[in-house]
């Protein structure tokens, strides 16, 4: 491995060690572990060829990636022999695997699904292909100005990334405007402007590196590519302007996550990966299959939430005007390849473009949406209010639904809400499209990578098959009242603590006491996910304290992350508030001791593998019916952190799965949530009936914590609206946070309920998720390499 290394440095890197930086020496470990990455990688497109394997194929807006190097070196067990050939060079394994820019081409747990899901393929044995765009910028980096968010480009491509292949001859061109022609009968389309989509492919390796299926992500590059005539007449900018329009296409990632942005560049960025996926995916199959009636057969495509889901027309096109077929038999077989996952219930976020845009940037699509929405109408004598154009919108769910085989909904509430609200009436229509798959996460990052000293207990128990199939974890059932297993559970979670403690304090000035609770919420910051709570909490705790300062009080530390949507501004003021709160709490000589709350700035993938391993806390307080699903929740489950949280999303299955007598649950249900959001007045109601709530709200209107003004549009949408109920479920919140006190002040009863959270979420495994993929939906089987 040491000499693999060097031979890379001195080859690769063209660099003597005595020159080298950290960027060299960890490109050289990039391009040694690369190398254990390819003979995998080139076997499993060998075999699926070869086998004639039925391929998966996931269409997403948005890859999560984070870092690679790390999750490489577990997955090929390459530990410990790296971490000696690293001492041998005397390097710093740690500063190597900091050295890598997260890949963040994604906002949060979508894109973060999406990253798991593509590692489960692998560790399946799944023949499949990610696709997604290669943004030179990913999501914003955040930093607090004042205590206010202030966001930056991201640049992680403004160095050689050593993960990517480019493929040159995986390129396609994608048209955009223009009109439609019909030429004897059959429909033309000529784009008025095109663009290249270019591949570049990233190997995902599975655990134990006996397969490796590719990231596809699709760079834009222009048809022509300089305008010589303008260049030489001396107007450079103008001749540049056909590259700068086409890798605007590639440019940013859009950081809403929950707002649909309408943008025509949104809407071109989705055609453009949807087009170049299909037309890779029809390239692929016609050379290794002729026949189109076999398509469904051996391409199974996911639709990730509605963004791809022009998939529908462009698939539809290809098959009538490129390949001549009719459009009831193209439209069949693009239903029966098609699939789609719904990620959220938030009327803002259901993606409606107006017809008159949809139709001027694609004119054949439209009137294919046109087609297909007739069709709908005539075959399936839906009601009126049901149809993909509604008005002058194109509703971009309902076209997804009717041209999917299977909807999914992402965990067993949301699953249920999906069907009882926004697709109420086609559910009645089509009762047996839509399926449960309740999200996972992948083990190998969120556990084995991520917490190494849980990991090593875990093996020294229970032996490493975990890794592999993570329902083997309760095994640990039987050490959850073994008092020296828990010591060294204690011992493991400690050291994460102090760990980052030492971090905060280094970074934020934060003195985090590790024998504290630590108490994280890490999330974006969004009104639904009630961070407000969060704080208000954090308030009325401190005012109680400083009322009787003397009463047993358990330490606590609260650790937030996360960032709002650069448009957000309430989602910006909480985050203000937040830091106005953490600034004057922190220097509180009364408290200081007692309460702490930290916010490290720009949360990202790197930041949860710290900041996750080291929590006893997991905030999951969303307002009932609200989180689709949540997947931090699973990923706190398993390194031992014990849930407070409502029963929304997949909290509710945590909760069945850990024992409600495991869980610190609080609130409303979502149907008693529907009733209490319509009673008028529930807001004023609720605050002037909780002492608590009411303090924390007079303590920032008097400007305890800083310039009130800033909280001014705040407190009145609180007292006065209130959408997210933080008032109707407040004194419940502040009740089980005092019930945790309680619970961790008995540390052996803590460390025994922390066992058993981590010994029954063996189900949120994404390897459990993706099989129901494989079973329920896609039909595709694992291939063994040859
Ligand atoms: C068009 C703008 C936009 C962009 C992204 C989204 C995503 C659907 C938002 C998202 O990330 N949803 C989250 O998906 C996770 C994975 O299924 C769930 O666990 C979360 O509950 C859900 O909020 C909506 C709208």
């Known amino acids: 491995m040491r000499d693999q290394i060097l031979h890379h440095l001195t080859h690769t890197q063209g660099r003597g060690p005595e020159f080298a930086t950290v960027f060299d020496?960890?490109?050289?470990?990039?391009?040694?572990?690369?190398?254990?990455?390819?003979?995998?990688?080139?076997?499993?497109?060998?075999?699926?060829?070869?086998q004639g394997a039925k391929r998966v194929y996931y269409l997403s807006m948005e890859f999560l990636?984070?870092?690679?190097?790390?999750?490489?070196?577990?997955?090929?067990?390459?530990?410990?022999?790296?971490?000696?050939?690293?001492?041998?060079?005397?390097?710093?394994?740690?500063?190597?695997?900091?050295?890598?820019?997260?890949?963040?081409?994604?906002?949060?747990?979508?894109?973060?699904?999406?990253?798991?899901?593509?590692?489960?393929?692998?560790?399946?044995?799944?023949?499949?292909?990610?696709?997604?765009?290669?943004?030179?910028?990913?999501?914003?980096?955040?930093?607090?100005?004042?205590?206010?968010?202030?966001?930056?480009?991201?640049?992680?491509?403004?160095?050689?990334?050593?993960?990517?292949?480019?493929?040159?001859?995986?390129?396609?061109?994608?048209?955009?405007?223009?009109?439609?022609?019909?030429?004897?009968?059959?429909?033309?389309?000529?784009?008025?402007?095109?663009?290249?989509?270019?591949?570049?492919?990233?190997?995902?390796?599975?655990?134990?590196?006996?397969?490796?299926?590719?990231?596809?992500?699709?760079?834009?590059?222009?048809?022509?590519?300089?305008?010589?005539?303008?260049?030489n007449a001396g107007d450079h900018t103008a001749a540049a302007e056909p590259e700068a329009l086409a890798r605007t296409l590639s440019r940013v990632l859009y950081p809403d996550d929950t707002t649909e942005s309408g943008k025509e560049l949104r809407l071109k960025q989705e055609y453009f990966l949807t087009s170049a996926a299909l037309q890779?995916?029809?390239?692929?199959?016609?050379?290794?299959?002729?026949?189109?009636?076999?398509?469904?057969?051996?391409?199974?495509?996911?639709?990730?939430?509605?963004?791809?889901?022009?998939?529908?027309?462009?698939?539809?096109?290809?098959?009538?005007?490129?390949?001549?077929?009719?459009?009831?038999?193209?439209?069949?077989?693009?239903?029966?390849?098609?699939?789609?996952?719904?990620?959220?219930?938030?009327?803002?976020?259901?993606?409606?473009?107006?017809?008159w845009l949809m139709g001027r940037v694609l004119p054949r699509h439209m009137q294919i949406i046109q087609m297909i929405d007739e069709d709908h109408r005539v075959t399936s004598g839906r009601p009126a209010q049901v149809g993909i154009v509604q008005g002058d919108q194109v509703h971009m769910g309902e076209l997804a639904f009717i041209m999917a085989s299977r909807v999914n909904g992402v965990s067993a509430l949301h699953t249920e809400l999906v069907k009882d609200t926004v697709f109420a009436d086609l559910h009645k229509l089509h009762p047996d499209r839509i399926v449960n798959q309740t999200n996972g996460v992948t083990p190998r990052r969120w556990l084995?990578?991520?917490?190494?000293?849980?990991?090593?207990?875990?093996?020294?128990?229970?032996?490493?098959?975990?890794?592999?199939?993570?329902?083997?974890?309760?095994?640990?059932?039987?050490?959850?009242?073994?008092?020296?297993?828990?010591?060294?559970?204690?011992a493991a979670k400690r050291a994460n603590k102090v760990a980052l403690s030492d971090g905060l304090l280094a970074g934020l000035g934060v003195r985090a006491d590790p024998d504290a609770i630590f108490d994280v919420q890490v999330k974006r910051m969004h009104e639904y996910k009630r961070q407000l709570l969060n704080v208000l909490e954090a308030i009325a705790l401190w005012h109680r304290i400083h009322e009787s300062p003397n009463a047993n009080w358990t330490p606590r530390v609260k650790i937030f992350g996360g960032k709002a949507a650069p448009g957000y501004w309430l989602a910006k003021s909480v985050i203000h508030l937040i830091n106005?709160?953490?600034?004057?709490?922190?220097?509180?000589?009364?408290?200081?001791?007692?309460?702490?709350?930290?916010?490290?700035?720009?949360?990202?993938?790197?930041?949860?593998?710290?900041?996750?391993?080291?929590?006893?806390?997991?905030?999951?307080?969303?307002?009932?019916?609200?989180?689709?699903?949540?997947?931090?929740?699973?990923?706190?489950?398993?390194?031992g952190a014990l849930t407070i949280g409502t029963l929304d999303g997949a909290n509710v299955e945590i909760r069945e799965h850990v024992g409600p007598e495991n869980f610190f649950l609080f609130g409303l249900t979502a149907d008693e949530a529907a009733i209490e959001k319509a009673r008028p007045g529930h807001a004023r109601a609720a605050i002037e009936a909780s002492e608590d709530m009411k303090i924390a709200l007079q303590l920032i209107a008097e400007g305890r914590f800083g310039r009130a003004e800033s909280c001014y549009a705040l407190l009145d949408r609180t007292w006065n609206d209130d959408p997210f109920l933080v008032a109707s479920d407040f004194d419940a919140y502040f009740t089980a946070q005092r019930a945790v006190d309680r619970a961790y002040a008995d540390r052996a009863d803590w460390d025994r309920m922390a066992a058993l959270n981590i010994a029954r979420s063996g189900f949120f495994s994404s390897d459990r998720t993706i099989r129901g993929y494989m079973r329920d939906i896609w039909h595709a089987e694992p291939v063994t390499p040859a």
Request: aromatic fraction near 8%; charge should be negative; proline fraction near 5%.
């Open 448 to 490: 084995r990578m991520a917490n190494p000293g849980l990991t090593t207990l875990l093996d020294e128990t229970i032996g490493t098959g975990w890794t592999k199939d993570l329902d083997q974890l309760s095994g640990l059932e039987a050490h959850a009242g073994d008092g020296a297993f828990l010591d060294r559970l204690h």
């Open 65 to 231: 990636i984070g870092r690679i190097l790390g999750d490489a070196i577990v997955n090929l067990e390459l530990e410990p022999a790296m971490g000696r050939a690293l001492t041998l060079l005397g390097l710093d394994e740690q500063v190597i695997l900091d050295d890598e820019p997260d890949a963040a081409l994604g906002n949060g747990g979508l894109g973060r699904l999406a990253a798991c899901f593509m590692e489960s393929l692998s560790s399946l044995n799944c023949p499949a292909f990610g696709y997604g765009i290669r943004y030179e910028h990913g999501l914003f980096r955040q930093r607090f100005e004042g205590g206010q968010q202030v966001e930056t480009p991201e640049d992680w491509l403004n160095q050689p990334h050593p993960w990517e292949f480019v493929r040159i001859n995986y390129s396609y061109t994608i048209g955009f405007k223009g009109h439609v022609e019909t030429v004897d009968g059959r429909a033309v389309w000529q784009p008025g402007e095109s663009v290249i989509a270019r591949a570049h492919d990233t190997p995902v390796i599975g655990w134990q590196g006996h397969w490796a299926n590719s990231l596809r992500l699709w760079g834009a590059l222009p048809t022509t590519l300089l305008d010589l005539k303008r260049f």
């Open 580 to 639: 106005d709160v953490a600034a004057t709490i922190n220097n509180d000589p009364v408290t200081r001791d007692l309460l702490q709350i930290a916010y490290p700035p720009n949360y990202n993938v790197s930041m949860a593998e710290d900041l996750i391993p080291a929590a006893d806390l997991s905030e999951q307080i969303s307002t009932a019916g609200k989180e689709a699903s949540g997947t931090g929740n699973m990923k706190f489950t398993m390194n």
């Open 280 to 355: 890779d995916i029809m390239a692929r199959f016609l050379a290794e299959h002729g026949d189109l009636e076999m398509l469904p057969e051996k391409v199974a495509i996911q639709l990730n939430d509605t963004h791809p889901a022009i998939a529908g027309p462009e698939l539809i096109r290809l098959l009538m005007d490129d390949h001549g077929l009719p459009f009831d038999r193209a439209q069949d077989l693009a239903r029966r390849t098609l699939n789609y996952t719904n990620h959220t219930l938030l009327p803002e976020a259901l993606e409606r473009w107006s017809t």
């Open 25 to 50: 020496w960890r490109l050289a470990v990039s391009y040694t572990v690369r190398d254990l990455m390819v003979g995998p990688w080139v076997g499993a497109i060998r075999a699926a060829r070869d």
